[in-house]
């Protein structure tokens, strides 16, 4: 698989198995185990999964909005504070 088609995989993948794919990376490499190489090529791959987990959020953010009744009755659209 070359890197274009990893690249296409993981942005292809939902959040959520972003995710966990994510922290399965960090709880290996945390553990210290395994080849150099191998954890070389994992947080590769880690850091482009929280790339994309990082534009997911982004997205959902800008979806999510806030509807507020003004004082005249009138429906207002503001962004969601969610921070």
Not at 34 to 42: F, K, M, P, Q, V
Not at 65 to 72: F, K, Y
């Amino acid at each position: 698989m070359t890197d274009n088609d990893k690249m296409a995989d993981i942005n292809e993948m939902s959040f959520e198995d972003a995710l966990q794919e994510l922290e399965e990376i960090v709880r290996n490499l945390e553990g210290g185990k395994g080849r150099l190489e191998d954890s070389i090529i994992a947080y590769e791959r880690g850091s482009k999964l929280k790339a994309h987990c990082e534009k997911k959020l982004k997205e959902a953010q800008a979806k999510v909005d806030e509807i507020a009744l003004g004082a005249n009755g009138e429906a207002n659209v503001r962004p969601a504070d969610i921070e």
